[in-house]
């Protein structure tokens, strides 16, 4: 443009190309606008839902720093600094509920993994698919039902009174299973692994099948065994995605299935000693005890781990296998 | 295998069982795989209740048809300019949305923001909002799709014919991103079923009921009224007033029935959603 400018003689001619050039680009930001505008539009009620289902929540983060008051309001409640912190872990659920979370979890995860692979593999060696089509969706079938749906059916099994266990096995002296707590670390890894190990397997299930099948003729041909196959072909290959799953889940290693730490037990408190995990704590410190403090302090030290294991889970993931980071 | 899926059925037909079983067989015999003295007094019960029942029911059917809906339109609206090259501050908002993902405030704060800033507890909203409106996993699923499989070239198409973005997205987004927004939707639907956690934080009130936290609120005030004396002469009476064994396991196979109904969809969908996920964009 300078170069138009400098030239006196055509200083009216390039005003006028100026002129152009301006409406030019006004109409093409004017086009540009009236383009981009109806993608905000569209992008304004998820963008208001994101800010009050989790960006809020996410300042609400604040009030385990603070003694809440609700008659004079959230934010006008003194800073109390970590004493919320500091009262909830001077008590034993502290130790309990970090105990029982971990525990819980490493039993789940490892377990998991091993079952999972298990059924995948037994579900690859049906030769009959149609006897595989029928038997896989009634497995997954039961990570369909909800927590209460789970606990009923547990009841049946395990009410003191009428319970199938107590009628068959223990008919003479039944036992109050919802009273003992030294049961609950097995029953909740069954009901555990009766839920999900449908579902779970599936993605292996998936894995094995995208295994080249010439791969097996060659072994097959040199004289591997069934098991020799396994163990050298299909293990070998399942071996990233076990990795991948594994850090995932280790990523929500200081989180719980709510419903079933707190609705399989019905939640009886003579089992807090093997069932109470940090969310079922969160939620009797909130709604049956109305200690605010105490809930939200245990609450913001589970997501602040649970931040910290996501990104070190995610930047293992990235290391080993970029594709499948989260980010 | 078949064992396995022996282990996993027979639970269900143990409580089917139960609920087509006479109350006196189960007094005596307790709860067993066969009905020993067969009957449908349990159902007749339920039939009796159709009004408390239907009504916890219809508030499912509501809640579910509602949210559904909402959580397709919301996500699909949010993923498709994430999905477009030429919208500029697509990254910025990819951002927000992962950081959602992965730092949450937790229950605590969450259950404040809504029932102190919202006031939402014991309305219609607390059963469709909180949670499960719109999944940041989600979004990001609908925008992979889009990018993968509906060419940019269409679009273009479209663009010089004149059609705005929202004509686009309503008439060439929506209809040819079915597939994964069947998956998506079934899968909102079946958690909008299942929920019972937004019943239990935030309604009280016994109109709002759903049919899982009316199931919930059953289990409790049994669990209840076995820990407290039963020999006082009013828990007694409370007790013999309360659903027969048989009528609790009935409601609840009617509570699982409608999934049932739709799993031959889902079933096909738990194996493509992983398919769709996996796909990069």
Redesign the interface.
């Known amino acids: 443009m300078p170069k138009i400018r400098s030239e006196k003689s055509s200083e009216g001619h390039s005003s006028q190309y100026e002129n152009i050039l301006k409406k030019n680009k006004k109409s093409k930001r004017l086009a540009e606008f009236k ?2 505008f ?3 539009l ?2 304004i ?2 963008v208001i ?2 800010v ?10 604040l ?2 720093f603070k003694k ?1 008051n ?1 008659s004079i309001g ?1 934010l006008k409640s003194p800073w109390v600094g970590l004493s919320n912190f500091r009262f909830l872990f001077e008590t034993k659920d502290a130790w309990i509920m970090i105990r029982n979370t971990l525990a819980y979890n490493a039993v789940f995860i490892i377990l998991g993994m091993a079952i999972a692979i298990f ?1 995948a593999l ?2 690859a060696e ?1 030769s009959n698919r149609g ?1 595989a089509k ?9 990570s ?6 789970l ?3 547990v ?3 395990l ?6 266990v ?3 096995f223990f008919p003479d002296s039944p036992i109050n299973w ?1 009273a003992t707590a030294k049961y609950w670390p097995f029953i909740l890894t069954i009901v555990h692994f ?1 839920q999900v ?3 779970s397997s ?2 292996y299930m ?1 894995s094995i099948g995208g295994i080249d099948k010439e791969l097996y003729e060659a072994a097959r041909i040199d004289g591997a065994s069934k098991f020799k196959q396994i163990w050298h072909i299909t293990l070998p290959l399942l071996k990233p995605m076990m990795t991948l799953m594994l850090l995932l889940s280790i990523g929500r290693i200081f989180n719980s299935d ?2 079933l730490f707190y ?1 399989v037990p ?3 408190g003579l089992l807090y000693n093997t069932t109470q995990t940090i ?1 079922t704590y ?2 009797r410190a ?2 049956e005890l109305n200690n ?1 403090g105490m ?2 302090a245990a ?2 030290f ?2 602040i781990i ?2 910290l294991l ?2 070190l889970s995610n930047a293992l993931v990235r290391k080993i296998d970029k ?1 499948n980071a ?2 | ?2 064992l ?2 022996l ?3 027979a ?2 037909f ?2 089917l069982s ?1 609920s087509l079983s006479t109350e006196h067989s ?2 005596t ?5 066969w009905p020993r003295e067969f009957s449908f007094a349990a159902y007749d019960y339920l039939w009796a209740k159709r009004f408390t029942i239907g009504r916890a029911y219809g508030i499912t059917i509501f809640v579910t048809v509602v949210g559904t809906i909402t959580n397709l ?3 699909s ?2 993923a ?2 994430l999905s ?1 090259k ?3 501050p697509r990254n910025v ?1 990819a951002f ?3 950081f ?14 809504w029932t ?3 006031h939402i507890k014991n309305t219609i909203w607390a059963l469709l ?3 499960s ?2 999944g ?1 996993m989600n ?1 990001l699923l609908v925008r992979n799709y889009f990018n993968a499989n509906i060419p940019y070239s269409i679009i273009e198409a479209a663009q010089i014919d004149g059609a ?3 004509r686009i ?1 309503w008439r060439i987004m929506l209809p040819l991103s079915k597939p994964v927004l069947t998956t998506i939707g079934l899968f909102a639907a ?1 958690g909008y ?5 937004n019943g239990l ?1 935030y309604i009280s009130d016994t109109k709002l009921y759903t049919i ?1 936290v009316y ?2 609120k059953l ?2 005030s049994i ?1 209840f009224l ?1 820990s407290s004396d039963i020999a006082s002469e009013s828990a007694a009476l409370a007790y013999k007033a309360f659903p027969m ?1 048989s009528a ?2 009935a409601i ?1 196979i009617i ?2 029935l409608p ?1 049932l109904l739709v ?2 969809f ?2 096909k969908e ?2 493509k959603g ?2 769709i996920g996996g796909v ?1 964009g």
């Open positions: 383009k981009t109806p993608m905000y569209m992008l009620p998820g839902y994101l009050c289902n989790n960006y809020l929540p996410m300042f609400g983060i009030i385990a809440v609700f959230v059924v037994c579900m049906i006897i029928i038997i896989q969706p009634i497995i997954c079938f039961p369909m039902v909800s927590a209460v749906i606990s009923f059916i009841y049946a099994f009410s003191t009174t009428y319970g199938f107590n009628r068959t919802y009766w190990t449908g579902q599936i993605i998936a709510f419903g609705q019905l939640g009886s969310d969160v939620y909130l709604l605010v809930s939200s609450s913001v589970q997501a649970g931040f996501v990104i594709e989260l980010f | 295998m078949i396995l899926a282990y996993c059925l639970p269900f143990l409580m139960v189960l007094s015999g307790g709860y067993s795989f339109l919301l996500t609206l949010f498709y300019p477009r030429d919208f500029k908002i927000i949305i992962f959602s993902l992965m730092f949450n405030g937790g229950l605590t704060a969450s259950y404040i923001v102190r800033l919202f909002i909180p949670g409106l719109m940041g979004i705005g973005v929202f997205y079946l079923w299942n929920n019972w956690t934080y899982q199931l919930k289990m409790d669990a076995k064994e609790r396991m609840a509570a699982i999934i799993y031959p889902i079933q738990l194996v992983l398919v990069k």
